[in-house]
């Protein structure tokens, strides 16, 4: 019994730690670093925690899956639902104005916006329309802009931003991208396969 009451009590301090280092990556993630900077023993210690359960963000389980239905706001006040996306590959990206990274992949997505036709582009948010309308005075962004999305991006559970979603025209996500890595010396190589990686997946997705 006593041995059975410790176990469950290492079972959970486990899998609280393991949030947190979820938490410290996603929070990383958002000022613009791709790593936590650790030591050697600090690092071997959450390589074993990974080895003892899974610390993926569960926004994954999405591929294979079509996206859960959306019902959200522009920022003209007009409603869309994502039914209405249907018939044209998707990329979805989502983002917020404080997000590092997030700012610094916008010149290429709206590179790759450039490129292709007949693809639905679509920013989502959960800031509200001023903070939104502000930020696109200052910076060109030039996706459909669905804001106030907070309750849709919640029932995703923690993930770190941005990530970008690649959908066929059944709105079924095949793939996740998340934050270009901040590497220096790859930066140009990481930038150009980034924005590769999807032209070729939407371009794909576009044949009959």
């Not at 709105?171 to 924005?195: H, Q, R, W």
Request: charged share 25%; with cysteine; proline share 4%.
């Amino acid at each position: 019994m006593l041995n059975s009451t410790r176990s469950e009590l290492l079972d959970d301090i486990v899998k609280k730690i393991q949030n947190i280092i979820i938490l410290l990556v996603i929070l990383t993630s958002c000022l613009g670093f791709s790593q936590i900077e650790t030591d050697s023993s600090s690092f071997q210690k959450i390589k074993i925690l990974q080895k003892m359960g899974p610390t993926k963000e569960a926004i994954y389980d999405l591929i294979g899956k079509e996206l859960p239905e959306f019902d959200l706001l522009n920022i003209n006040g007009q409603k869309v639902n994502s039914n209405l996306l249907k018939g044209k590959p998707t990329l979805i990206n989502f983002w917020f104005d404080s997000c590092a990274p997030c700012i610094e992949e916008i010149p290429i997505l709206n590179e790759i916006k450039s490129n292709l036709k007949d693809v639905n582009f679509i920013a989502i948010t959960f800031q509200d329309k001023n903070q939104v309308s502000e930020f696109l005075e200052q910076k060109e962004f030039n996706f459909t802009h669905l804001i106030g999305a907070e309750d849709y991006l919640n029932s995703f559970g923690l993930f770190g931003y941005p990530k970008t979603l690649l959908l066929d025209k059944n709105l079924v996500v095949l793939g996740i991208e998340k934050m270009i890595p901040k590497d220096p010396s790859d930066k140009k190589k990481n930038t150009e396969n980034f924005k590769n990686r999807i032209i070729n997946v939407l371009t794909e997705l576009k044949q009959p």
